[in-house]
């Protein structure tokens, strides 16, 4: 019953929020709306026995990710001044509901694949953490070094795309051009 | 009356619907990307949910993989976000044209 | 035995690869000296042929390559040496042998030596596969090979321009009066190719049915079950073959060919018109006697049609003036006899006529190459004359040839011609009799008319421009032999009959010795009385038809050619133009060329088009890609429960 309940109550809260992301003109209002989202999901993961995944959730999309959006948008000013002009709003609307209303008789068909049998199984002994920590250190071992590669490169990425002066490497000049180099300040300061 | 497999679906699909609305009627990039975390999060609902009902961890290790590239994508689409305002001065989708033709 | 087989036939076409290799350069000497080398060493390997068939009478018969073989159809490449092909391939050899000689002095100033000669060996080689060949197909073969070469060599001088037709007689290229004798090389020879090609279709059904019904196209199994079949049924293969017969050696209605192909150089003519090409008509009908044995009505057709054939182009040759066009109608009309001979069932009698024509005629055709290279190419024998002192040896060889063609004793002529017309005589064709006999006597007045008009007489060319000479001493060398053989060819008539009638059927004509000598008697008078009416006329008068008879009807029909090229060109090529721009305006351009540029201009608008799809913005993209989801989503549902 208390299942029921949340899940009805979260699903509502949750399509509200994203609404407001996608309908609304002012972009404060929509990073807002979308880490409320973020936490309501997570409540969702919670309900479905992920706990793991919940906390991961919250951690990373709604702290990292929207602290990392909201820096983001600190950085363009005046973006309010942008027109939100649709050729065909209605087209739009329409198709997506129509995509929409698919997949859903989609997906109330029966569920194929009634007699597939579990990869990895659930322990209910173990906690969800523990289960999961079992896995992926075993069977998802690769992919998990991978994806922290990837992470790190992303990271790397992140940095040389917004520095400045990245196109210079400082630890391939000599001591004589690193003390000739001038910052930005200093060049900005000759100009005046 | 229990909360069925089919119940978690149709709300993934309806997230992913909304996000789909958002991807194709925003003007804005920042709101672009906004809409396209939206969709990464209705897949995640979705493969969390048949996860639980099939009793299968898989689809929480793909959960978890999809969170990984999700944060990734955010740096570096922010970075070349950066950049091309740098470049251009504002943000509006219908400047990014120059692949015309 | 079999390489001399195979020397005889490949010499040639090695000959023309190797001039080939020249074609497009200056003239080369050696190229004419090796050709002709190469082609000696196949007469001397057909004549070997000659004796040891003769002597030891075993046929060779030799299978050289596969050819078809698919299903039912085995058709192999095949060749066969027994009496009747060694005679054709001597009789070819030979005269090749000597037109290649003749043309190393003929075409020395031309400047398409190298090409000329590799036209001609390739031609030799043709007719050489179509001699030996030992079934149909190989025939056909060498049919459209002798077809092409003669194409190549009668428009041999394609840069000269087409005539314009007029009404003047003496300048139509129509008339046989004028200097032109078509429209153009390039006209002449397509004009031959295509006469020849629509009568080879008649061919082509004959060989269709033949295969159809026995199964096989080797001569021996042809002949072997022929008996077999439906009479109706073979008379429409003879009907067929004969149709193909008459488009090579142009009996009418497809004789104009013939005398328009004097437009190419004259030793062509020499073989061509006079040795070989034409006489494949004649061959085929020999080699195929057996299916015509068995249909006689065919054969009183195609009798009746030679006979025809022989007094209409021998009273053509009464009034014309162009040289060449004379001994052409000359042709037209002994290759009438032969068809006369074919027709009545005495085949040997038509092969040996076919022989000692070749070395007569085209020792006159030599003779009237040497004439016109002498007199700067004029053409017609008006304005020549009093030739004989400054080249007496072709007077010579040239008036040798003209009484063997007349049918005197004891030239080659004689022999060949008279027996033609015992045969008439002697198969009751009474009329057929008559007609060749007066054509006997027509024969032996314009030969003489000619050889009076060029040799003898006042001298009517312009004295500075032209100066005859005679011409190089290895060209008269080359025609002496072939004057020696029109000689005395008819004394060898015996050891020709013992030796072909193995394989021809003999000769089944009883006529008593006192009507036979009645015949020789009257035959002989004709014809002496056309040559001594020839050389006395011209005596007298230094011509032979008064202005009163040039203005009447009969001969300006004669010199128009009865209007049957007129005839000709209006019933059959000018609707046919008109039908060819037809379809090329209406049919080709309008519908074919449309769909196609239609198809590459919707290809080309669907393109622009979907340009629009392409625009870089990244919003239009988007929504594209969920177009192309939505359409997937509709394609899962609609199908995805078809399992």
Known sequence: MFEVVAFYLFAFLTIAMFCIVVMTKNPLYALSSLAAGMIFISAFFFLLGAEFLGAVQIVVYTGAVMALYAFGMMFFDSINDIKESVSNPRVTFMMTGIIALLVVAIFIAPIIGANATAHYPIHEAYGNTQDIGLVLFTKYLVPFEVAAVMLLVAMIGGIILAGKKMDISITQLSEQEIDNHKTDTEIAKDIK | MSVTLNDYLILSTIIFMIGMYGALRRKNLLMLFFSTEIMLNAVNIGMAAISKFHGDLTGQMFAFFIIAIAASEVAIGLGLLVLWFKRNNNINLDSLQSMKG | ?643
């Not at chain 3, 073959?241 to 004097?262: R, Y």
């Not at chain 3, 073989?271 to 034409?278: D, F, S």
């Not at chain 3, 020549?384 to 009484?403: E, Y």
Request: glycine content about 8%.
């Open chain 3, 1 to 643: 035995m079999e390489s001399y087989l195979y020397i005889a036939l490949f010499a040639p076409l090695v000959g023309s690869l190797f001039a080939t290799l020249f074609s497009n350069s200056p003239k080369k000497l050696f190229v004419g000296i090796v050709t002709s080398m190469l082609l000696a060493v196949s007469l001397i390997a057909s004549i070997n042929l000659l004796m040891y068939v003769y002597f030891t009478e075993v046929i060779i018969h030799v299978k050289m390559l596969d050819w078809i073989v698919i299903g039912n159809v085995d058709i192999p490449f095949g060749f066969v040496v027994d009496q009747v092909s060694v005679v054709m391939m001597v009789v070819v050899t030979i005269v090749s042998t000597m037109v290649h000689i003749h043309s190393i002095g003929y075409m020395d100033h031309d400047k398409s030596f190298n090409r000329y000669f590799a036209w001609l060996s390739a031609f030799v080689f043709s007719m050489m596969v179509l001699v030996m060949s030992d079934n149909f197909a190989g025939l056909f073969i060498g049919w459209e090979g002798v077809g092409l070469c003669s194409w190549g060599l009668i428009g041999f001088w394609y840069h000269k321009e087409d005539i314009k037709r007029s009404k003047n007689i003496e300048e139509s290229p129509y008339s046989t009066l004028s200097p032109y004798s078509s429209k153009s090389p390039s006209w002449a020879a397509n004009e031959a190719f295509i006469m020849n090609r629509v009568a080879d279709l008649g061919m082509l059904i004959g060989m269709f049915l033949i295969f159809w019904n026995i199964g096989s196209l080797q001569y021996n199994d042809v002949f072997s079950q022929i008996g077999t079949l439906d009479h109706g049924l073979i008379v429409a293969i003879a009907a067929f073959l004969f149709i193909g017969a008459m488009g090579k050696s142009a009996q009418f209605p497809f004789n104009t060919w013939l005398a328009n192909a004097m437009e190419g150089p004259t030793p062509v003519s020499a073989l061509i018109h006079a040795a070989t090409m034409v006489t494949a008509g004649v061959y085929l009908v020999i080699r195929a006697n057996e299916i015509f044995t068995v249909v006689p009505e065919v054969g009183y057709f195609i009798a009746s049609l030679g006979a025809f054939v022989a007094i209409g182009a021998a009273s053509m040759a009464l009034v014309a003036t162009n040289m060449k066009k004379i001994i052409a109608f000359s042709t037209l009309s002994q290759l009438g006899y032969m068809f006369v001979a074919a027709g009545l069932g005495a085949y040997w009698v038509a092969l040996f006529h076919l022989a000692t024509h070749a070395f007569f005629k085209s020792v006159l055709f030599l003779g009237a190459g040497n004439v016109m290279h002498a007199t700067n190419d004029e053409i017609n024998i008006k304005k020549m004359g009093g030739l004989a002192k400054q080249m007496p040896q072709t007077a010579l060889i040239m008036t040798i040839a003209s009484v063997a063609l007349a049918g005197i004793f004891p030239l080659a002529g004689f022999f060949s011609k008279d027996l033609i017309l015992e045969v008439a005589f002697g198969s009751h064709a009474y009329i057929l009799w008559a007609v060749l006999w007066i054509t006997a006597g027509l024969t032996a007045f314009y030969s003489f008319r000619l050889v009076m008009y060029v040799f003898h007489g006042k001298e009517n060319y312009d004295h500075k421009k032209v100066h005859p000479h005679e011409t190089y001493p290895f060209v008269i060398a080359a025609m002496t032999p072939l004057a020696i053989l029109a000689i005395c060819a008819g004394w060898f008539e015996h050891q020709f009959v013992e030796m072909v009638t193995k394989v021809l059927p003999p000769l089944d004509i009883h006529v008593d010795s006192g009507t036979f000598y009645t015949l020789i008697a009257v035959t002989t008078a004709i014809a002496l009385g056309g040559i001594i009416f020839a050389v006395v006329k011209f005596k007298k008068d230094g011509t032979y038809y008064s202005e009163k008879m040039k203005n009447r009807l009969c001969y300006k029909v004669l010199a128009n050619q009865y209007y049957i090229p007129h005839f000709w060109e209006a019933a059959v090529t000018k609707p046919y133009a008109k039908l060819a721009t037809f379809s090329w305006k209406e049919l080709d351009l309008k519908i074919i060329d449309t769909i196609v540029d239609g198809i590459a201009k919707g290809i080309y608008g669907a393109g622009e088009t979907g340009t629009a799809m392409q625009s870089g913005n990244l919003s239009k993209s988007l929504k594209w890609m969920g177009i192309g989801i939505l359409i997937l989503v509709i394609l899962v549902v609609a199908f995805g429960n078809l399992k």
